[in-house]
């Protein structure tokens, strides 16, 4: 989309960035809620199996290091391209919300 395209529209959505909804409370809800996923899987299968660790940690262990790469690429780019981007880093969390 345009920056000519983007400033006919009304704001928020000239931003060409969501800020509303989840996005109000964290920049990659998706990723973040994906992750706690994972991790939650994790933990069951720890209680089913009576061990803190065993070897499906390698699971959520890896998704996080694949999430928190692709989340600051995201960042990156989103933030080379939109100037009120770099605003709302400051003022929303990156993954998880409220913090």
Do not use: M
Not at 15 to 22: M, P, R, Y
Not at 29 to 49: K, Q, R, S
């Amino acid at each position: 989309c345009s920056s000519v395209a983007l400033s006919k529209l009304p704001k928020p959505y000239n931003l060409g960035f969501i800020t509303s909804g989840l996005f109000k409370y964290s920049r990659h809800p998706n990723y973040f809620f994906e992750i706690l996923h994972w991790w939650i899987f994790y933990l069951v299968g720890c209680y089913t199996d009576i061990q803190i660790f065993n070897f499906t940690i390698f699971g959520p262990l890896l998704l996080n290091l694949l999430f928190f790469g692709s989340t600051s690429l995201a960042e990156r780019i989103t933030s080379e391209k939109y100037e009120d981007y770099k605003a709302y880093q400051k003022s929303v969390s990156k993954l998880i919300p409220f913090l």
